[in-house]
């Protein structure tokens, strides 16, 4: 029997669960050089940041079998010059054991229909320089490097015509 992949948007009952995701996402991030800081944000800041009166990010989740094995946080931005918004992803991650089997890829077209029914321009987020298994598979999506910044690449995802 095949098993369902989900990916959902989180909720206020999530919060502790991407607390956790975002300390794996840390801890990765530091194992590529991406990060050398430590997370100081707690469940309530998740609570109030994410799913209080005010939004300023949003994430989804991805399940298989109900267990979580990834998750995408990201935020809306908007260009006065020309009068488009945008996605910010801030973080991607498939936990250790579960990558390399297509969770990213279902997390990432999750985000892109989002940003197409918001009517964004583009997704844009950047990865550690040394992490060059992800910017494969970033241009690999049909993602292109936007800049650089030194040796740190900024990627481009184009959602709408």
């Known amino acids: 029997m095949e098993k369902k992949v989900i990916v959902r948007t989180a909720t206020k009952k999530d919060s502790s669960k991407l607390l956790e995701l975002i300390g794996l996402k840390a801890e990765f991030d530091r194992s590529m050089k991406g990060f050398s800081g430590e997370i100081s944000t707690t469940v309530d800041k998740i609570e109030r940041t994410l799913f209080g009166d005010h939004p300023f990010a949003h994430a989804l989740l991805l399940e298989l079998d109900g267990g979580v094995l990834g ?10 010059f020309s009068g488009e918004p ?12 579960q990558r390399s089997k297509g969770y990213g890829r279902e997390l990432m077209q999750a985000l892109k229909a989002k940003a197409e029914l918001a009517l964004v321009s583009h997704i844009a987020w950047t990865a550690s320089p040394h992490n060059k298994k992800a910017h494969e598979f970033y241009k690999r999506l049909g993602a292109e490097v936007d800049r650089m910044d030194g ?3 900024y990627f481009r995802w184009a959602t709408v015509a």
């Not at 998750?71 to 006065?80: G, K, P, T, V």
């Not at 945008?86 to 054991?97: A, K, P, Q, R, T």
């Open 86 to 97: 945008s996605i910010w992803l801030d973080d991607l991650l498939v936990i250790g054991e």
């Open 151 to 153: 040796q740190r690449p």
């Open 71 to 80: 998750f995408a946080l990201y935020h809306y931005r908007y260009s006065s």
